[in-house]
């Protein structure tokens, strides 16, 4: 006896309802119906999209970059099954991002505020966030603004800096447009530093004197420069463990003309500047 080859075919989907109706690109839609199992794609409006098949009565897909409005589709061996209604596609585009303030020392927070085209639907809108230099500033992984809000704020932490600079705070929406909004970050002065007198006759001494706005935590080098070989300044000097001021002797070379001098003092990288005027 022989059997015949036998060919089985399976029945087609079937999709009864999806939630939410509508959303932005990244939004997860609930599909229910029937059949499911097996699936092998789903699509909205024909743009293909990642999917998770929880049973066979159930799909839960994300809304693809590109999305327009229209019908699901779920695909399975058995066929294909679209729904009866539209899945409504919502702008999620960003409109803008502000900084509160945008200027600011190093090592102090700014607000940022995210505003988007439209109210962000049902499941909010997740924005991505990142920044330009991360050793400049930080910002949280992303923010969701939620249903029905059309705005969302965060905070930006950022870093000391020696000199004044420049970051990009980006906000990224799921349809992937960015905004961005630009964060200046000023030097902190770490201290004082005096000449005193300023002005002298060639030949003659002054004193320098370097205040910290808090002590040191260890003995610590003091770099001097001159911008003149007629100022005479150690390379270095030490501030001893727990002390916030630093007094030294400034000598000079007589000189035939008046002439102002810039002496530096750097601490840790950090810099102070003052000014001695040589006088004939």
Do not use: C, H
């Amino acid at each position: 006896w022989y059997l015949d080859e036998v060919t089985v075919v399976l029945p087609a989907p079937v999709i009864t309802a999806f939630t939410p109706g509508s959303g932005s690109v990244g939004t997860l839609v609930a599909i229910t119906g029937e059949r499911f199992q097996g699936a092998t794609s789903v699509l909205f409006n024909g743009k293909a999209a990642k999917f998770y098949p929880n049973t066979a009565t159930e799909i839960d897909a994300i809304v693809p970059a590109g999305a327009t409005t229209g019908k699901i589709t779920v695909k399975t061996p058995g066929g294909s099954a679209t729904s009866t209604t539209d899945f409504v596609i919502v702008n999620s585009s960003i409109r803008a991002i502000s900084l509160n303030p945008d200027t600011v020392l190093g090592g102090t927070a700014s607000t940022a505020i995210v505003t988007l085209a439209t109210k962000a639907p049902t499941g909010g809108t997740l924005v991505t966030l990142s920044t330009s230099d991360t050793t400049l500033a930080t910002v949280p992984a992303s923010i969701t603004i939620p249903e029905g809000k059309s705005s969302g704020s965060f905070s930006v932490t950022t870093f000391g800096v020696q000199a004044t600079k420049t970051v990009d705070i980006m906000a990224t929406a799921p349809d992937a447009t960015t905004n961005k909004a630009n964060l200046t970050l000023k030097a902190k002065s770490f201290g004082t530093f005096e000449i005193d007198p300023t002005i002298i006759s060639g030949g003659d001494n002054a004193f320098g004197v370097l205040t910290l706005n808090s002590a040191v935590g260890s003995d610590t080098t003091v770099s001097l420069t001159a911008d003149n070989a007629a100022v005479i300044l150690p390379a270095t000097l030490t501030m001893p463990k727990g002390t916030k001021q630093l007094i030294f002797s400034i000598d000079s070379k007589a000189v035939t003309a008046t002439v102002v001098v810039t002496v530096t003092v750097t601490l840790n990288k950090q810099t102070l500047v003052a000014y001695l005027t040589l006088t004939p």
